[in-house]
């Protein structure tokens, strides 16, 4: 089945910087979303991407969807404490390419922590 | 307004033991997900509805017994439960189906003892 790898794994965060995660695949996909959760929580939707090459910004957030459609980048600018947590991106197959209906591949996750 | 809402927040149950699981979501989305989450890992899907008739079955055991009562609801029914099925269980739900976006539900956290 389709894979989303997501990238980097962890990383730590000083309070100001700039922090910037991708997922990348070997196939296509139709759409492009990245996801928060908090421990314990529900994955909260930050950006959503349905075209390819669209560049979409919420507040301090921008991501955007691959021009060949198989990877999204996803950029936080001047990171704050509350943006500690883990993000998903999560893509959606088209039908001829293994994918069913309503079915999201998830990449593993980015897990933002502060530095010490 | 993009709410889905889950209840309870916490359940703990036996291996004997018959619960459900509750979503509800007024947003007039017409697909549901049932999704389950282990520690450190992405969501699993489980099942999908569309349209109050189930479209996907991810070949969840049949302790797991999902019911969609009318377009707002969704309903998980457990039976018989293992250890290795405690998890966060979210709920989502989406417009349609097709290349839809995803509202998550801020789960239920199930421990089987």
């Known amino acids: 089945g389709q894979q989303l790898n997501q990238s980097p794994q962890s990383m730590f965060i000083q309070e100001g910087e700039d922090v910037s995660m991708n997922c990348t695949s070997s196939?296509?996909?139709?759409?492009w979303l990245w996801y928060k959760q908090d421990p314990g929580e529900g994955p909260v939707l930050l950006i959503a991407l349905y075209k390819a090459g669209e560049l979409t910004s919420n507040g301090r957030l921008t991501a955007q969807f691959g021009i060949t459609r198989k990877d999204s980048f996803l950029n936080i600018s001047a990171s704050i404490p509350s943006d500690v947590g883990i993000y998903f991106c999560?893509?959606?197959?088209?039908?001829?390419?293994?994918?069913?209906?309503?079915?999201?591949?998830f990449g593993k996750g980015t897990k933002l922590s502060v530095k010490p | 307004d993009t709410e889905v809402t889950q209840t309870p927040k916490h359940l703990v149950m036996g291996m004997t033991n018959k619960k459900s699981l509750k979503c509800e979501q007024h947003?007039?989305?017409?697909?549901m997900y049932w999704y389950k989450q282990k520690a450190k890992k992405p969501p699993e899907l489980m099942f999908v509805y569309s349209y109050e008739k189930l479209s996907i079955n991810e070949s969840v055991p049949s302790r797991f017994s999902p019911e969609c009562p009318n377009s707002s609801l969704l309903n998980l029914h457990l039976h018989a439960l293992q250890p290795e099925d405690s998890a966060l269980y979210l709920c989502a739900s989406s417009p349609r189906l097709v290349v839809d976006t995803q509202y998550f539900g801020p789960g239920t956290r199930l421990t089987v003892l």
């Open positions: 999560a893509g959606q197959p088209p039908m001829n390419y293994g994918g069913s209906q309503g079915n999201l591949i």
């Open positions: 947003m007039g989305h017409r697909a």
């Open positions: 196939s296509i996909f139709n759409t």
